[in-house]
């Protein structure tokens, strides 16, 4: 079984900056991208910015120039660097892992993956 665990959110003021990681563990191969999600209350849950194990990266229109996100794939690690945080930036934040090549008893199987969310508030 792949765990997901996510670290880094909490509460800060707007234009401050946090860092969130997710690493993932267990019987992993290789995963194809890793990336961030996030939701708001009452909205539907949205891509912040994925990054491929090359180093391609997805992201939203609305943190480009603020959020960077970087992965290391020995660690199997994602990382979002967040700055100049706005209060609409507040959100559950959520890892995901997709494409992930696991090794079982019976052979190999891919599947996708998510941690369970931290908390991003951003106050005015």
């Known amino acids: 079984q792949v765990q997901l665990v996510e670290s880094g959110g909490g509460l800060v003021q707007a234009g401050g900056s946090l860092r969130l990681s997710c690493a993932a563990s267990?019987?992993?191969?290789?995963?194809?991208?890793m990336g961030w999600y996030r939701q708001a209350p009452g909205k539907q849950r949205e891509l912040v910015a994925d990054?491929?194990?090359?180093?391609?990266?997805s992201d939203a229109d609305s943190v480009k120039g603020r959020f960077t996100i970087s992965r290391d794939n020995a660690k199997n690690t994602v990382y979002l660097q967040m700055n100049s945080l706005k209060p609409e930036d507040t959100a559950v934040y959520y890892c995901n892992a997709d494409g992930v090549l696991t090794r079982q008893a019976t052979g190999f199987m891919t599947k996708a993956y998510w941690g369970r969310g931290t908390q991003v508030t951003v106050s005015s």
């Open positions: 990054i491929t194990t090359g180093g391609s990266v």
């Open positions: 267990g019987s992993i191969v290789r995963i194809n991208s």
